[in-house]
């Protein structure tokens, strides 16, 4: 049951583990839109925006959302593009597998934050990859790297 007591548990998973697992996210896909030589903004939360590093904006509400903006997706090949929307699943996939990896070689401690870590990894890839679309022109990665399968058939 959930006391006053798991509060500090709740605030780290909440306030950095969470922010953490979708920053790996979008380094996913911001990696291989680089990789391909193309042009895309890391968007880290929402609210108003306290500073930018590069092609990186860094909002207040930071625990909220993230987001990576593909300029021009449409112009690139199927498979680029179905690379890059599966990027962002693919980097957490890699997170859970070294999590786990440096626990087993005794590296990391058997801890309820990296058992969290993962929970929250599986928890984005899980949503990532449900095609459905999170609001106006903003699908999931599944429903993106299907309709750019089907419009690749379609246009054939």
Same mark, same amino acid.
């Given at each position: 049951?959930?006391?006053?007591?798991?509060l500090?548990?709740?605030?780290?998973?909440?306030?950095?583990?969470?922010?953490?697992?979708?920053?790996?996210h979008?380094?996913?896909?911001?990696?291989?839109?680089?990789?391909?030589?193309?042009?895309?903004?890391?968007?880290?939360?929402?609210?108003?925006?306290?500073?930018?590093?590069?092609?990186?904006?860094?909002?207040?509400?930071?625990?909220?959302?993230?987001?990576?903006? !593909?300029?021009?997706?449409?112009?690139?090949?199927?498979?680029?593009?179905i690379?890059?929307?599966?990027?962002?699943? !693919?980097?957490?996939?890699?997170?859970?597998?070294?999590?786990?990896?440096l626990?087993?070689?005794?590296?990391?401690?058997?801890?309820?934050?990296?058992?969290?870590?993962?929970?929250?990894?599986?928890?984005?890839?899980?949503?990532a990859?449900?095609?459905?679309?999170?609001?106006?022109?903003?699908?999931?990665?599944?429903?993106?790297?299907?309709?750019?399968?089907?419009?690749h058939?379609?246009?054939?």
């Amino acid at each position: 049951m959930f006391s006053w007591d798991d509060l500090d548990t709740f605030a780290i998973a909440f306030f950095v583990l969470l922010p953490i697992v979708a920053f790996i996210h979008v380094v996913g896909h911001k990696f291989f839109i680089w990789i391909f030589g193309e042009q895309g903004d890391l968007i880290i939360g929402r609210g108003v925006k306290l500073f930018q590093l590069g092609s990186i904006h860094f909002h207040v509400l930071y625990f909220i959302d993230s987001a990576c903006n !593909l300029q021009g997706m449409e112009k690139e090949k199927t498979w680029k593009q179905i690379v890059i929307y599966a990027g962002g699943i !693919l980097f957490n996939l890699i997170a859970i597998v070294v999590v786990n990896f440096l626990i087993i070689q005794g590296i990391l401690p058997k801890s309820h934050i990296f058992y969290q870590f993962v929970y929250f990894s599986v928890y984005y890839i899980f949503f990532a990859i449900i095609p459905c679309d999170y609001g106006e022109n903003n699908p999931s990665d599944g429903k993106s790297i299907y309709l750019a399968w089907k419009n690749h058939y379609k246009n054939r």
